[in-house]
T-cell receptor, first 115, second 114 residues
């Protein structure tokens, strides 16, 4: 079975500082990996996705993530935090070989950006 | 093109009632999945529909059901509501089954059970 672990349910950074949100996955097959962002009272917005092409994936709003198979990680980074980045972030994994649309999500990391 | 739409956006029901939520996928998308989001359990997969057939189901009781119509629109139904069913219900659509990389989420329906 697949699973996702997001280290740190809350992360706080200063505006302009590096953002690093950690995600480790467990999967018996090469996975697809996703990062989503959720603003209060809204749905999930896709930030970026890894689908077995380049291991360094660039997404929207200046975010990027690197797939590291040896570490089973897919950490999300942004060089310089902006106040508008304050939101909850979810990492998710899917099994592309199974043909299913099912995503398994981590518990989420709430990002606070301090002025 | 328009994104995934969900109606209603907010709903208040009482215990024992039933509720039906609707999801219209992105035009051309044929696969629809549903998720439940609660503070305690996080985001959990409910079920997936493709070509009017349920293809996959999460670990939820039989009170949770759904269907998909020929135009790919989907509904989910929860019967005999319990307080614990209070949640944000998210719908996602993707172009075809097995193309989860094309999946996008709707804004969700927030259900409150009193």
């Amino acid at each position: 079975a697949q699973s996702v672990t997001q280290l740190g349910s809350h992360v706080s950074v200063s505006e302009g500082a590096l953002v690093l949100l950690r995600c480790n996955y467990s999967s018996s097959v090469p996975p697809y990996l996703f990062w989503y962002v959720q603003y209060p009272n809204q749905g999930l917005q896709l930030l970026l996705k890894y689908t077995s092409a380049a291991t360094l994936v660039k997404g929207i709003n200046g975010f990027e993530a690197e797939f590291k198979k040896s570490e089973t990680s897919f950490h999300l980074t942004k060089p310089s935090a902006h106040m508008s980045d304050a939101a909850e972030y979810f990492c998710a994994v899917s099994d592309p070989q199974g043909g299913s649309e099912k995503l398994v999500f981590g518990k989420g990391t709430k990002l606070t950006v301090n002025p | 093109k328009a994104g995934v739409t969900q109606t209603p956006r907010y709903l208040i029901k009482t215990r024992g009632q039933q509720v039906t939520l609707s999801c219209s996928p992105i035009s051309g998308h044929r696969s629809v999945s549903w998720y439940q989001q609660t503070p305690g359990q996080g985001l959990q997969f409910l079920f997936e529909y493709f070509s009017e057939t349920q293809r996959n189901k999460g670990n939820f009781p039989g009170r949770f059901s759904g269907r998909q119509f020929s135009n790919s629109r989907s509904e989910m139904n929860v019967s005999t509501l319990e307080l614990g069913d209070s949640a944000l219900y998210l719908c996602a659509s993707s172009r075809d089954r097995g193309h989860i990389e094309t999946q996008y989420f709707g804004p969700g329906t927030r259900l409150l059970v009193l």
